[in-house]
């Protein structure tokens, strides 16, 4: 096994970690940046008839009270609309710990891909600019 000290998400303690590099078995994520969003962590999990989309953005813990209700109110009109499982605003973790917020939005495959073409064109652009 293999040990080793990561650098923490936030504060000033570091977290050991031991085991192989990639010992556990992680959904497919990439970084994705873009002149509106910045950068943010894509991860899509199959399973069953469901599918997840996680969108980790940095700008989304500065939002204003007001600015993420509105975020919130139009992730659920986004739920009805596409008939989603789930599409709302959590909080991001990373090691385990609270690393900002983050979209997600859970339902069908088709639901899926529709909306989050409309959640990257539209919603997450008009709320990057605010």
């Given at each position: 096994?293999?040990?080793?000290?990561?650098?923490?998400?936030?504060?000033?303690?570091?977290?050991?970690?031991?085991?192989?590099?990639?010992?556990?078995?992680?959904?497919?994520?990439?970084?994705?940046?873009?002149?509106?969003?910045?950068?943010?962590?894509?991860v899509e999990e199959q399973g069953g008839a469901q599918e997840?989309?996680?969108?980790?953005?940095?700008?989304?813990?500065?939002?204003?009270?007001?600015?993420?209700?509105?975020?919130?109110?139009?992730?659920?009109?986004?739920?009805q609309k596409f008939g989603l499982a789930a599409a709302e605003?959590?909080?991001?973790?990373?090691?385990?710990?609270?690393?900002?917020?983050?979209?997600?939005?859970?339902?069908?495959?088709?639901?899926?891909?529709?909306?989050?073409?409309?959640?990257?064109?539209?919603?997450?652009?008009?709320?990057?600019?605010?």
């Open positions: 096994a293999e040990a080793r000290l990561l650098p923490p998400p936030c504060g000033c303690l570091e977290i050991f970690e031991v085991g192989p590099l990639g010992a556990q078995a992680a959904p497919a994520r990439r970084q994705v940046g873009g002149p509106h969003l910045g950068d943010w962590e894509h997840r989309f996680h969108a980790a953005l940095g700008w989304l813990q500065n939002l204003s009270g007001i600015a993420r209700r509105d975020l919130e109110c139009d992730l659920e009109i986004l739920s605003l959590r909080p991001h973790l990373q090691n385990g710990l609270p690393h900002g917020l983050a979209v997600d939005i859970v339902g069908p495959r088709s639901s899926i891909k529709a909306a989050k073409q409309e959640l990257e064109e539209g919603i997450l652009q008009y709320y990057a600019s605010q």
